[in-house]
């Protein structure tokens, strides 16, 4: 295992844990990624097995947290999704990802998940930027960039291959000074 492991980063929402994934995820992992809408957008295995899964888990589990953080989303008992943070320290910029469960979805669950992480990026990293991507047709997801407080800077036309056809990818991105003062903004509401 990484010597950079940090297995006591736990990070809690109203709702969520956030932490890192565990061996005993693996049939959480694949109840909710082995869903044809789950994998629509995603470059998932087709069928998505339970070795799947295990494999998944188990590259969660020697992941490099100096540069990259991988968080299980913990819903009551269960595990219903995941969420990263790849940080590229040379340029001061994280990649966030997310997934959840269908059975979650139109719940806040996802904004809620990836507001935490993104806040804790920053703080973590002391990140310039956090942009985050995804299938052009996916529009829950780029919701939930827009929720974040994220600004759509473009498409990337063809950028991702996916079941063998290239695929437009939205992009979207907040700054650490945006970021900040949207956090200001809501601990300081302006009096009408």
Known sequence: MSQHRNKTVELRTARLLLRPFELSDVDDVCAYASDPEVARFRPLPDPYTRDDALDFVSRQLRTDWSTSAEFAIVYGPRVIGGLSLHVNPEHGTGELGYLLGRRWWGQGLATEAA???VD?????????KVYARAHVDNTRSWRVMERLGMTREGVLRGH?????EHVDLVYYAVFRD???LRADRSANPVAN
């Open 178 to 180: 945006e970021w900040t």
């Open 115 to 117: 507001r935490a992480l």
């Open 160 to 164: 991702w291959k996916m079941r063998d």
């Open 120 to 128: 804790w990026g920053f703080r973590r990293f002391r990140l310039h």
